[in-house]
T-cell receptor, first 114, second 117 residues
Framework: DAGVIQSPRHEVTEMGQEVTLRCKPI?????LFWYRQTMMRGLELLIY????????DSGMPEDRFSAKMPNASFSTLKIQPSEPRDSAVYFC????????????FGPGTRLTVL | AQKITQTQPGMFVQEKEAVTLDCTYDTSDQSYGLFWYKQPSSGEMIFLIYQGSYDEQNATEGRYSLNFQKARKSANLVISASQLGDSAMYFC??????????????FGDGTTLTVKP
């Protein structure tokens, strides 16, 4: 079975540019999560969706960040405009949902904003 | 608010020996789950083991076991017969309100485990 798929795996961009990260969750999973990992702040939950609906976006840093899940098999995380402090590894994870669900992580996207 | 504490930034263990990675948690919710993930140097996050707050027995998965002490709010990971490939960062995580689909997840800061040959 295919795991969580993220693209691109690496992204280097210049400050001010728009960045779009993509995620395809595991088929049949009802919940999708976006995380950011940095040395300074560790692993932070940015937003999560259940049945394509955003449940909690309180972890989204600021208005420059937005996330969408137009259908059960695709989600995007967009940063516009990007800043150097956005440099991090961004993980997408999915889970079946409900009690005791385990989150399965994608390989991550390493974002570098120059 | 819920919190996960991993007090050991780094741990060393000799190959083939057992090692315990500590995790304590804080939540007022009665329904929650505790998870351990492994992150090797390649960067991916790998699920290892899960323990539910209502589970009476400690979870085990191969060489991994979870020492769950509910009264002390601890969920330590025990790795038996350590292998060189176990060298990685290990994260403890908690998800609350498991009886709904709105549960939040919280991760600890991680413990770096180094297995010596």
């Amino acid at each position: 079975d295919a795991g969580v798929i993220q693209s691109p795996r690496h992204e280097v961009t210049e400050m001010g540019q728009e960045v779009t990260l993509r995620c395809k969750p595991i088929s049949g999973h009802n919940s999708l999560f976006w995380y950011r990992q940095t040395m300074m702040r560790g692993l932070e939950l940015l937003i999560y969706f259940n049945n394509n609906v955003p449940i909690d976006d309180s972890g989204m840093p600021e208005d420059r960040f937005s996330a969408k899940m137009p259908n059960a098999s695709f989600s995007t995380l967009k940063i516009q405009p990007s800043e150097p402090r956005d440099s991090a590894v961004y993980f997408c994870a999915s889970s079946l949902g409900g009690a005791g669900d385990t989150q399965y992580f994608g390989p991550g996207t390493r974002l570098t904003v120059l | 608010a819920q919190k996960i504490t991993q007090t050991q930034p780094g741990m060393f263990v000799q190959e083939k020996e057992a090692v315990t990675l500590d995790c304590t948690y804080d939540t007022s919710d009665q329904s929650y789950g505790l998870f351990w993930y492994k992150q090797p140097s390649s960067g991916e996050m790998i699920f290892l083991i899960y323990q539910g707050s209502y589970d009476e027995q400690n979870a085990t998965e191969g060489r991994y076991s979870l020492n769950f002490q509910k009264a002390r709010k601890s969920a330590n990971l025990v790795i038996s017969a350590s292998q060189l490939g176990d060298s990685a960062m290990y994260f403890c995580a908690m998800r609350i309100r498991l009886d709904t689909n709105a549960g939040k997840s919280t991760f600890g800061d991680g413990t770096t485990l180094t297995v010596k040959p």
